[in-house]
């Protein structure tokens, strides 16, 4: 079926380094690729996506590019900042199959930004 | 967009209880789900809410005990039944909208089972 595997964390950084967050999927059809975001005591917020192959999504100066022939997307940041200190989850939902929607998570990535 | 509200927040319950939690959608939606997020860990898939009809239960998820009802387009209710320690988690709805497309998130209901 389908998965999605994601590098551990906990990630800390500096604030104003580069960020890169590994994330790697599986499928059999064409799915589309997510990054949510989930700030300490907040729900989930979706911060971009991609729906097809060299889609390039961006968000608040977060990028990632969906890579098929690496089945991947990995999320980047040029410089980080306090405030991004959240978990950080990618996902991917295969719209071709009958599951429809329904999202398959990575198991998240925590990232703590020190002044 | 679309504006998720959940009941409750959060709750502490007994074992062997049942607890009922409420989503509610701002606007119409085409697709409601429910998740389940257990401490320090990723999102788990239940169930697709239906409107109308028998929920769709992923594997390891079953009717008895977590039974779902949509009876309209915007509201989906799930029931933890007979509670245990290990059914402490976050419990998350989250619908697709039939402008976007996008999965948007409740903020979330936190059961802890003593």
């Known amino acids: 079926g389908d998965s999605v595997t994601q590098m551990e964390g906990p990630v800390t950084l500096s604030e104003e380094a580069f960020l890169t967050i590994n994330c790697t999927y599986t499928a059999t059809g064409y799915p589309s690729l997510f990054w949510y975001v989930q700030y300490p005591g907040e729900g989930l917020q979706l911060l971009l996506k991609?729906?097809?192959?060299?889609d390039k999504g961006s968000n608040k100066g977060f990028e990632a590019t969906y890579r098929k022939e690496t089945t991947s997307f990995h999320l980047e940041k040029g410089s980080v900042q306090v405030s991004d200190s959240a978990v950080y989850f990618c996902?991917?939902?295969?719209?071709?199959?009958?599951?429809?929607?329904?999202?398959?998570f990575g198991t998240g990535t925590r990232l703590a930004v020190r002044p | 967009s679309a504006v998720i509200s959940q009941k409750p927040s959060r709750d502490i319950c007994q074992r062997g209880t049942s607890l009922t939690i409420q989503c509610q959608v701002d606007s119409q939606v085409t697709m409601m789900f429910w998740y389940r997020q257990q401490p320090g860990q990723s999102l788990t898939l239940i169930a697709t809410a239906n409107q109308g009809s028998e929920a769709t239960y992923e594997s390891g998820f079953v009717i008895d005990k977590f039974p779902i009802s949509r009876p309209n387009l915007t509201f989906s209710t799930l029931t933890v039944s007979n509670m245990s320690p290990e059914d402490s988690s976050i419990y998350l709805c989250s619908v697709v909208t039939r402008t976007s497309y996008e999965q948007y998130f409740g903020p979330g209901t936190r059961l802890t089972v003593t």
């Open positions: 991609a729906t097809k192959a060299d």
């Open positions: 996902a991917l939902s295969d719209y071709k199959k009958s599951s429809g929607d329904k999202l398959t």
